[in-house]
């Protein structure tokens, strides 16, 4: 199956009958910058040894940053905050202002 197959809404709309979790991937740059995106990709795989899986698209703007970065956090949503969910996916020229 291409892409070209696919009714894009009707994709949106089979994803969005799954809910999941959404947090704000977090790190900093070389210079101490914050860069963050959100994602609901975010899941548990392991205590021991201590584990998670994120899925970042390579074509974010940030995924050399946020890859080569030695620490990072993961902001975990209330359902309250809808709103740093959007700026944090939107390209927004200052996502912590
Ligand atoms: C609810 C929600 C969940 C998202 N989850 C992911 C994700 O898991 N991985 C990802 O790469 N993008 C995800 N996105 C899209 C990114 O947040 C957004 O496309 C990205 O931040 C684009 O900006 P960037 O190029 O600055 O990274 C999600 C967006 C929304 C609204």
Redesign the pocket.
């Known amino acids: 199956m291409t892409i070209q197959t696919v009714d894009p809404r009707a994709l949106r709309d089979a994803f969005g009958a799954f809910p999941t979790g959404?947090t704000v991937v977090t790190a900093c740059d070389g210079d101490g910058n914050p860069i963050g995106?959100?994602?609901?990709?975010?899941t548990s795989v392991s205590l021991n040894p201590p584990l998670l899986l994120?899925?970042?698209?390579k074509?974010?703007?940030?995924f050399a940053t946020m890859t080569g970065a030695q620490h990072f956090a993961i902001n975990v949503l209330s359902e309250t905050q809808k709103d740093v969910?959007?700026t944090?996916?939107r390209?927004v020229e200052d996502r912590f202002a």
Do not use: D, G, I, Q
């Not at 995106?37 to 975010?42: I, K, L």
């Not at 994120?54 to 698209?57: G, N, R, T």
């Not at 074509?59 to 940030?62: D, E, I, K």
């Open positions: 959404v995106f959100t994602a609901n990709s975010f994120v899925c970042l698209a074509s974010s703007r940030n969910s959007n944090f996916a390209p």
